[in-house]
Every structure is written in C-alpha cells, then in structure tokens.
C-alpha cells in the first residue's frame, strides 16, 4: 500500500512517532509534520491521500489547514480524518462540517487508527478503475484480470480475494479479513476454501514458486511489491 501517502500532523512528537511507526509497519507512506506551516510547504509540492489531522497545534490551528485544503476543489479526493483529544461533541461536529471524513479521539486505541486507515485506502482503490500491479492490471469495471495483456480466467470468488491481497500489498492479510470478504463471516477464517482458492489463484497466475502470494503460517497472505 506504498503507493497511497498519508500526512500526519500532530505535534506531539511520542504520538507523531506512534502513528507514522504504525501505519508505516502496515505498508503506508508517511510523511510526519509537527505543524501547520511544515505541513503546507509539503502540501504545495505534493498531494497526499489521507491528511491526518490534530486540531490543537502552534500558531496555525487544525481548523484553519481544513478550511485551507478544503477550500480547493482539486482537494475534493483528499481525505481528512481528524485526530484530537477533545472529546467534545461541538468540536466534532465543527470538524465534520468543515470537510472532515472523520474522526478519531486521544487516546485512540492502535488497532481503531489502522482499521479507519485501511477504510479509507480501500474506498481510494474501489474507486479507481483499474489498478496495475507488476505485469497485472485489475479492472474493477468488468472484474477481470491480466498478466501481460493476456486474461487471466479467475472465478468471483478468486477475484475477490486477489483483488484484496492486492489493494493490502505489503501487509499480511488475514484468514478472518479474507473470511470477512468471501462470506461476511469472520468465524469461517479456517474453512479449507481459503486454501483452496489460493492455490487455485497461484496455479492460474503462475505462481509456482510462491514468490508473489507468500504464506505467513498460522496469519494469513502478502503480497509485496
């Protein structure tokens, strides 16, 4: 999921280390910023894909920077999730009617941030028409599958789960979030179908060496980059 950029602003620097340390072990591009005028020099030279932002910070305020990118059009696929330690239902609501997508309050639990995270880098994907991976390009319009121009015949059910090892490049998907696709039932993360699909995936793509779906025993699938 390197290839989707997240802006972190905050300017506690523990916290700042915590979110970048997190995201960038589940395959993100991070770029930290302490405050609003770093964060806008950055901006200026490159768009990132998700902005996260506190609203407390020196001298230019969390609110002022949403204003600011939301202020553009071109900004309107940027997406904003506010993290703040102010709990109060007012400050949110401000925040959402500004242009944030959403929000998350201090102290925020690890695994919440990351779970917001992958929402949002998934809506990024699904929302684009194809994506090209190596000599693979997904087409999401028709949902098929090519490895050097040349289809690839997968059933719905392999193309879903390739499709999300995919999109989570970089990062190991579990058996339950494979579940959770296949039949919106995290209980059935030991049906011997998984299996079996990702052995049929490997054989149709020429995977024999399990050099592009790697096994991570007892977890689940990644694929790298």
């Known amino acids: 999921m390197n290839n989707y950029l997240i802006y972190s602003i905050e300017d506690d620097e523990d916290i700042s280390y915590i979110i970048k340390a997190t995201l960038e072990k589940q395959g993100y591009k991070v770029k930290s910023f302490s405050d609003g005028e770093s964060f806008l020099d950055s901006f200026k030279n490159e768009k990132p894909n998700l902005i996260l932002l506190d609203m407390m910070l020196p001298k230019i305020q969390g609110k002022d920077l949403l204003r600011y990118v939301r202020s553009d059009p071109n900004n309107d696929d940027i997406q904003i999730i506010i993290v703040s330690a ?3 239902t007012i400050d949110k609501i401000d925040g959402l009617d500004l242009g944030a997508d959403d929000y998350i309050a201090k102290p925020f639990d690890l695994l919440e941030l990351i779970s917001r995270v992958n929402a949002k880098a998934r809506r990024f994907l699904n929302q684009k028409k194809s ?24 059933t719905n059910s392999e193309f879903k789960v390739f499709t ?6 970089n990062r190991v998907v579990s058996k339950k979030e494979i579940a959770v696709e296949l039949y919106n039932d995290e209980n059935k993360e030991n049906n011997r179908t998984i299996t079996m699909l990702i052995k049929s995936i490997r054989k149709k793509i020429d995977d024999k060496d399990q050099t592009i779906i790697n096994s991570r025993y007892g977890i689940g699938y990644i694929i790298n980059e």
């Open 86 to 88: 102010n709990k109060l």
């Open 131 to 154: 994506v090209a991976f190596k000599d693979f390009v997904i087409n999401f319009d028709n949902k098929t599958l090519t490895k050097n121009g040349v289809f690839i015949d997968l």
């Open 164 to 169: 999300l090892l995919v999109k989570n490049r």
